[in-house]
Nanobody
Framework: QVQLVESGGGLVQAGGSLRLSCAAS????????MGWFRQAPGQEREFVAA????????NYADSVKGRSTISRDNAKNSVYLQMNSLKPEDTAVYYC?????????????????WGQGTQVAVSS
């Protein structure tokens, strides 16, 4: 049974930082590209960042580019999202997702497995 478990969310002031983690189990982690998505209240789930299975290819949404860094540790079956200079508009539930294959996909529908999400709230 595949499980993706996110952690690291919380309440932070604008300008602050958070590091989200996602621990994967039940899959061969280094065969999967990994992504982070987010969903704000009343909004559709949107792409944030993705990393290929080797870590050699990375994509970011324009909204977080320059403020966020995605990374992975295949030895620990984990993917991370470091977010800096947080803004109130970053407030959302953040989801980790896994996609079998090479690429760092930006497309929500291409992902096979999803975590339950972790809440990030940024106060102004």
């Amino acid at each position: 049974q595949v499980q993706l478990v996110e952690s690291g969310g919380g309440l932070v002031q604008a300008g602050g930082s958070l590091r989200l983690s996602c621990a994967a189990s039940g899959l061969i982690f280094n065969l999967y590209g990994m992504g982070w998505f987010r969903q704000a209240p009343g909004q559709e789930r949107e792409f944030v960042a993705a990393i290929s299975r080797s870590g050699g290819s990375i994509n970011y949404a324009d909204s977080v580019k320059g403020r966020s860094t995605i990374s992975r540790d295949n030895a620990k079956n984990s993917v991370y999202l470091q977010m800096n200079s947080l803004k109130p508009e970053d407030t959302a539930v953040y989801y980790c997702a896994a996609r079998l294959g090479v690429v760092a996909s930006t497309t929500l529908q291409q992902y096979d497995y999803w975590g339950q999400g972790t809440q990030v709230a940024v106060s102004s």
